[in-house]
């Protein structure tokens, strides 16, 4: 039997409240409707999902297997339905994310040449999000940063870059040609659980200054609350007096990749990666900064 993604939404915003009478709130449905959902759910899937005792509802093994697999296949139906909305405008159109401090601009002129009739958007994500706006449709290409949830995804590795360190201007190390990671030691971390910033070894859950993206963590480093560590291309992106970056060679680099909904199949999409690849090739030869000065033009050149 089919499995019914109403029912399956129903499923998930109890198993995410624990509660049917808040989940039918949320839902805006009445309650014994809800339940009687619920039941016929697991009457199509063969096994309880949930449980109620005393205490609440309790997810079964198998309400838990369920519950990991909805997320994935209701945002693969969301973005089904907003390609289906976009083609019925009778207009073609790609969405691209991308995280702070990677350069975009030669992918998509590159693309424009081979499909001047496709409108190109750009979007900045976050860490957190970069799985979940693919996933949903919310974007249809996602430069993204390692490591992210790779589940319902094609992830295609693109370049790596060498990750600094963010000093305060004032620092005692901030003159250095470069430094070890042994050499911050000790030091007060401004940090966020993107693990793509974090040394390698991680900081206590309570030490230093949790903060999200880069403008906040470059606010907290210039106060002296802390440092930080970035990929290299923040030296170009976010150059500003009161902090300064220094190289650290011995941590691992970062790795930026290009991904999509593995659902999403489409030779538009194709193109994109294939022009983003050609960039990649010149972001090695020559860094983020010089990449984008030639831009679309070097793409050409390249490939």
């Given at each position: 039997?089919?499995?019914?993604?109403?029912?399956?939404?129903?499923?998930?915003a109890?198993?995410?409240?624990?509660?049917?009478?808040?989940?039918?709130?949320?839902?805006?449905?009445a309650?014994?409707?809800?339940?009687?959902q619920?039941?016929?759910?697991?009457?199509?899937?063969?096994?309880?999902?949930?449980?109620?005792?005393?205490?609440?509802?309790?997810?079964?093994?198998?309400?838990?297997?369920?519950?990991?697999?909805?997320?994935p296949?209701?945002?693969?139906?969301?973005?089904?339905?907003?390609?289906v909305?976009?083609a019925?405008r009778?207009?073609?159109?790609?969405?691209?994310g991308?995280?702070?401090?990677?350069?975009?601009?030669?992918?998509?002129?590159?693309f424009?040449?081979?499909?001047?009739?496709?409108?190109v958007?750009?979007?900045?994500?976050?860490?957190?999000?970069?799985?979940?706006m693919l996933?949903?449709?919310?974007?249809?290409?996602?430069?993204v940063?390692?490591?992210?949830?790779?589940?319902?995804?094609?992830?295609?590795?693109l370049?790596?870059?060498?990750?600094?360190?963010?000093?305060p201007?004032?620092?005692?190390?901030?003159?250095k040609?470069?430094?070890?990671?042994?050499d911050?030691?000790?030091?007060?971390?401004?940090?966020?659980?993107?693990?793509?910033?974090?040394?390698?070894?991680?900081?206590?859950?309570?030490?230093?200054?949790?903060?999200?993206?880069?403008?906040?963590?470059?606010?907290?480093?210039?106060?002296?609350?802390?440092?930080?560590?970035?990929?290299r291309?923040?030296?170009?992106?976010?150059?500003?007096?009161?902090?300064?970056?220094?190289?650290v060679?011995?941590?691992?680099?970062?790795?930026?990749?290009?991904?999509v909904a593995?659902?999403?199949?489409?030779?538009v999409v194709?193109?994109?990666?294939t022009?983003?690849?050609?960039?990649?090739?010149?972001?090695?030869?020559c860094?983020?900064?010089?990449?984008?000065?030639l831009?679309?033009?070097?793409v050409s050149?390249?490939?």
């Open positions: 039997m089919d499995l019914d993604l109403r029912k399956l939404r129903y499923f998930v109890v198993a995410d409240k624990l509660h049917f009478g808040r989940a039918a709130d949320e839902l805006h449905i309650q014994p409707v809800l339940s009687r619920i039941r016929a759910l697991e009457q199509d899937l063969g096994t309880p999902l949930l449980t109620r005792d005393s205490h609440g509802v309790v997810l079964t093994d198998a309400g838990r297997q369920l519950l990991t697999d909805a997320g296949l209701l945002a693969s139906a969301h973005a089904a339905r907003r390609r909305t976009v019925a009778g207009s073609q159109r790609l969405m691209v991308f995280r702070a401090g990677i350069a975009v601009t030669p992918a998509v002129r590159q424009a040449t081979w499909h001047p009739s496709v409108i958007d750009v979007q900045r994500i976050e860490w957190d999000d970069q799985a979940t996933l949903d449709g919310r974007i249809d290409v996602g430069y940063r390692l490591p992210i949830d790779e589940a319902g995804l094609r992830v295609t590795p370049y790596t870059e060498p990750r600094v360190a963010v000093l201007v004032s620092h005692r190390l901030a003159g040609e470069q430094i070890t990671e042994a911050l030691a000790g030091e007060p971390l401004v940090w966020h659980a993107d693990t793509s910033t974090q040394p390698t070894r991680r900081p206590h859950p309570n030490a230093g200054y949790l903060v999200r993206g880069v403008d906040e963590t470059l606010e907290h480093v210039a106060a002296g609350r802390g440092i930080s560590f970035l990929a291309s923040a030296t170009v992106f976010y150059s500003r007096p009161d902090v300064v970056y220094v190289p060679p011995d941590l691992a680099p970062d790795q930026v990749c290009l991904a593995a659902s999403h199949i489409s030779p194709d193109d994109f990666f022009a983003a690849q050609a960039a990649a090739e010149i972001t090695a030869e860094g983020n900064y010089e990449m984008w000065q831009g679309g033009d070097a050149k390249h490939g």
